[in-house]
């Protein structure tokens, strides 16, 4: 099953299913991360008949709009942290990134007035369905909504001004997310994830070349925090990313993000610079 949050006419937004070309509503859950909070969110979302919408053309918001947390993962890629100079992690890198910061699959990436140096990093995210802390790996999969396409947009010289990253992870309207939750039955990780600057392949690696897999991070995080219905977890980037290469490449004015994981959707976001 793959679920949406469309934006309407009127306005506002609305959780939707794809069959094929056409979206239906689900009615009463204004989006996705709405949906989830219901414990019966899989029900209510195969069973629902409203109001239908063809899916090209249509206008759509990041997938989970309002997620109590985004939790992201660091170098957990061999060749990206090959590429990064470092060594294999024992434990996972955490940051946070915030709302703010989410943009729909073709939305506008906003290229902020303070930053030359904003780069790509394609990743896979793990969108949670039922609340849990302190959950084994085994039963991680029971948590687990789905899976869908995020690429964390990095403003490089913010983030490396200190050993914290937060600074250059979540500047707004940088953080394209979508354009489908795709349900577990639908799709086990390991097809190929891409990233593509204005048509030319940066990223091209198969997502089950994780360090930390989906399951362990869910475990992990929960561990630390309770994670609830609508969490996302960003579980890392593979290498080409734009900062490893010789010389350095950065996202520009003007250039299309094109980001892509087979099974789960692309997302395509114009760069334009802030006013």
Known sequence: MRLLTLRTSNGTTQA?????TTLTEID?????????????WEEKAKAAAGATHPLEGADLAPVV???????????????HIKEMGREIPEYPTLFAKYQESLIGPNDDLALP???????WEAELAVVIGKKGRRIS???????IAGYSVLNDVSM?????????????KTWENSTPFGPALVT???????????????????????????VF?????????????????????????????GHAQDPKRYLQEGQVLVTTIEGLGRLSNRVVKEA
């Open 16 to 20: 939707v299913r794809q069959d094929g």
């Open 28 to 40: 009463g859950f204004s989006d996705v991360g709405a949906l989830l909070k219901d414990s019966a």
């Open 65 to 79: 709009p309002f997620p109590g947390k985004i939790i992201c993962v660091g170098h957990n890629y061999r060749n």
């Open 113 to 119: 007035q303070e930053s030359d140096t904003v780069d």
């Open 137 to 143: 790996e085994a039963d991680a999969p029971d948590y």
């Open 156 to 168: 490089r010289d913010y983030q490396f001004r200190t050993i914290q990253w937060l600074q250059g």
């Open 184 to 210: 577990q039955d639908e799709f086990t990780a390991g097809p190929l994830m891409t990233s593509a600057v204005d048509g030319e392949v940066q990223q091209s690696t198969p997502t089950g070349d994780l």
């Open 213 to 241: 897999t989906p399951e362990f991070l869910v475990s992990y995080i929960s561990t630390i925090i309770t994670l609830n219905p609508g969490d996302v977890i960003a579980t890392g980037t593979p290498g080409g990313v």
